[in-house]
């Protein structure tokens, strides 16, 4: 294959994405950052977008076999915000001038669906700030009021789009579920975001190919591509942790076939790599997620151990970052960052 032709085609198929993600020659890898870059560029635009995530509470009814927060995990100390806590650090984030709040959680019916709706409700009175949601799979009737109540986004990652590693990974849940919900959230109007780990156990590059192809059909705002990281105390605890350039080219051969989405430099990357925010952010990236949970709160949200936490005056973080994104070339966006499908014109 001719990795020219490649990268400058509009369409790939599922053999050209495979090709792209098995690329190990380094000038022949920077040759697909530099291209997924360009098109990051052309469609998005060199803005960078921040998120503002609030972790509020830690306690999950799932037992995902991978994530620190499930719920057989007996180890960990469990916590939730008050609503009065979250609104206020809502605020805090705001007067930073972020304009996307993320709630972020485990699935937590403790907080009910007029629960959830009053935070968000008293968020959008006092803030500009859109809303995303990430509290797992909750009931249609749910998402219904909460966009009612003023909710913009719904961050929901399929995971792996391999039937079999999906129904292993979550005791027997079946995908469709899953897609449905996402499905189910598009139609009713909110901007939606998804997308895999890389280095699952037993996952293949064929599985990472067809996870692109999936976020391309789901038709995503947000495609959040991030290394699976060991976590202690966990069935998946001595496995190895995902690869940051299999990771890195997997978001760059993503910004090449799916053009005009969010694709955010994770935490995750972060934490495998000092620098993977750069990285990730010249290679296609052109979001950064900010953990503005308390710092008390924050140290037990531990999806994995050593997450990459910014220091605890998130206004020194920001300063530091905006200098870094300026090194790039590139600035920061001081707007809501709605659906780049929604706000800009560029077309094939
Ligand atoms: N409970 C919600 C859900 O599952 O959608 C939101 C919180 S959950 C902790 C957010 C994301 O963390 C998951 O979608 C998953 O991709 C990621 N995650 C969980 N365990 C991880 C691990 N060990 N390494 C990397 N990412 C992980
Ligand atoms: Fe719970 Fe989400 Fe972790 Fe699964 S990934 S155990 S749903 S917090």
């Known amino acids: 294959m001719n990795l020219y032709e490649i990268l400058h085609k509009k369409e790939l198929t599922k053999e050209e994405i495979i090709f792209l993600l098995n690329l190990t020659d380094k000038s022949d890898q920077q040759k697909l950052f530099d291209r997924a870059d360009e098109v990051r560029s052309i469609y998005c635009g060199d803005e960078v977008h921040l998120r503002g995530i609030i972790e509020f509470s830690n306690y999950c009814e799932q037992n995902c076999l991978y994530c620190g927060l499930r719920e057989d995990n007996y180890k960990l100390t469990r916590y939730r915000m008050t609503p009065e806590e979250i609104i206020e650090t809502a605020h ?24 959830i709706a009053y935070i968000i409700y008293q968020i959008k009175q006092s803030t500009n700030a859109a809303i995303t949601l990430s509290l797992g799979e909750r009931g249609f009737d749910e998402y219904r009021t909460w966009k009612i109540a003023g909710a913009d986004r719904y961050l929901l990652k399929h995971e792996t789009a391999s039937h079999k590693l999906y129904s292993v990974y979550h005791k027997k849940q079946k995908l469709e579920d899953r897609l449905s919900h996402l499905r189910f959230l598009k139609t009713n109007g909110y901007q939606i975001g998804s997308s895999n780990m890389i280095g699952l156990p037993m ?104 997450k990459k936490c910014m220091s605890d005056n998130p206004l020194n973080y920001k300063d530091c970052f905006q200098l870094q994104i300026e090194a790039l070339g590139r600035k920061i966006s001081y707007s809501r960052s709605d659906s780049i499908k929604l706000t800009r014109q560029v077309t094939d």
């Open 203 to 306: 996952q293949t590059i064929e599985d990472i190919s067809d996870d692109i192809l999936l976020c391309k059909e789901l038709d995503l705002d947000m495609a959040a591509f991030g290394p699976f990281i060991p976590s202690p105390d966990t069935p998946y605890q001595n496995k190895k942790a995902g690869d940051v350039d299999l990771t890195l080219r997997t978001m760059a051969a993503a910004r090449i076939v799916l053009k005009k989405v969010y694709i955010p430099a994770t935490t995750a990357l972060a934490t495998l790599d000092e620098a993977g925010r750069i990285k990730g952010l010249n290679a296609g990236a052109n979001i950064v997620m900010l953990d503005l949970t308390p710092g008390h709160y924050r140290e037990l949200y531990q999806i994995y151990t050593d």
């Open 92 to 115: 805090v984030i705001s007067n930073l001038g972020i304009y996307t709040i993320v709630l972020q959680s485990g699935e937590d019916n403790y907080y009910d669906t007029d629960l």
